[in-house]
DNA sequence: ACCTGAACACCGTTCAAGT
DNA sequence: ACCTGAACACCGTTCAAGT
């Protein structure tokens, strides 16, 4: 069967060539402007990048949150979820790890991480990976189910606290002149541990804290499911 | 010595005296409104509360952010530090519950809890009343250090993310749904840990969670300080 | 000197009007 | 039918001009 003949592409005023507009193409647009310099990408300068105007980006998403659920997604692909070495606690750390960076170079996103979960196959596949693992463990799954949540809470937190930081910058000054100046007599305990407060480096800090988290599942079970059913209960 | 005459007050048209304006009666009003209905506290509509315009509140704070954590700290003023029972682990539950419930009532300022960590004085009591807890616990203040921002970011986290949603409404349908339907061949963990993932109520998942952490507190010493010292160090 | 109206440079979202 | 220019209803922040 012969091609249906198709209309040429209008060349407008010979531009290079311009993607035509798609989920795909708008989402990893965004991610582009999120990745580098772009403070925040909102709809109009993403909208702005494609050569159009706002409006136009309502004809595939339905608001900016979905955008960004989209978005954080796509970018879950780039997360590690298999490491070749190490037992069991080594690869979930490594894997949370992974994750922590990936968020890392996206601060806006990682603060919208916090709030709009997502729901695409990268994250449904992080979760199955970290399940695995502490299934690999031991952990048994009713208990699994509810760290995994913990493990991500505490990456995508920390993510978003550091996110977009500079590496030298001061952080948090205020809090800190403030723990400097608190006198022993009101504040003993925390004039006492002012000096470790803000010791140690963000990335042995949260390797420290996954151990933490696994070592606290271990030795903590679930309470028992006698109010669990709730309307939150079974699937289906 | 006479008192200095002073001009009288003029009567702006008979309106109920408005309040004259300070920190302290902005970041008043702002929690009122904030824990009232309000949808948003921008800086617009505070002033509009105020009966005055945006640009004069720029005479008191910096910024919205500088507000903002005025604000948080203001409202950590009604976090219960000192319960008068139960043991240790009991006690540390109860504080972080109370400061959870707390921000649960300010869904702008648990978010912006997450960001712009206070630094006033009813931050600093909370920090020195966990920590207190701690050592009666018997964890080194090294590490004890390091555990309060675990469990504030845990409780703030959480706070964050449920604040302002409606008791009764479904949370995170898109990723239920996506968990209902992922298939037991691409993802066989998380379909078998779907009827677990939401389960349980929020308090009961928070307290054990709390547990969890002090936990792997007791069990996960924090790793040697050799790297330590780095610019982050003492506070002299 | 202290305060603020009005302007500036943005937002997300909607919808009537184009092709 | 699909797309979008222009408008709408907002933001935080600045600054010249008032008292």
């Known amino acids: 069967v012969a091609p249906r003949a198709r ?8 531009r290079p060539a ?3 507009l ?8 965004a991610l582009a402007l999120s990745g580098e310099g772009t403070e925040r990408v909102t709809l109009r300068r993403l909208a702005g990048a494609l050569e159009t105007g706002p409006a136009s980006l309502y004809v595939y998403f339905r608001d900016a949150e979905e955008l960004q659920a989209a978005m954080l997604d796509a970018l879950l692909g780039a997360v590690r979820l298999r490491p070749d070495t190490g037992d ?3 690869r979930l750390g490594q894997v949370l ?3 922590t960076e ?5 601060p806006g996103l990682a603060r919208a991480a916090l709030f709009t979960r997502p729901s695409g196959p990268h994250y449904l596949a992080l979760v199955d990976a970290l399940l695995e693992l502490l299934a690999e463990g031991g952990l048994p799954i009713a208990d699994a189910a509810w760290v995994v949540d913990l493990l991500l809470q505490r990456a995508t937190a920390t993510a978003a606290e550091n996110a977009g930081a500079d590496v030298g910058a001061d952080e948090d000054p205020l809090l800190r002149q403030a723990v400097a100046d608190a006198s022993p007599g009101d504040y003993p305990h925390l004039a006492a541990a ?3 407060l803000f010791s140690g480096d963000g990335p042995a800090r949260l390797a420290w804290s996954f151990q933490l988290l696994i070592n606290g599942a271990l030795a903590t079970p679930r309470p028992p ?3 669990t059913p709730g309307r939150a209960g079974s699937v289906r």
Do not use: M, Q
């Open 22 to 29: 798609s989920r795909e193409v708008i989402v990893a647009t």
């Open 225 to 227: 499911a006698a109010i």
């Open 88 to 90: 069991w606690r080594e």
């Open 194 to 196: 002012a000096g470790e």
């Open 102 to 106: 990936v968020l890392f170079a996206h």
């Open 97 to 99: 790890a992974s994750y």
């Open 18 to 20: 311009k993607d035509a």
């Open 7 to 14: 209309r040429a592409p209008i060349s407008r005023r010979d």
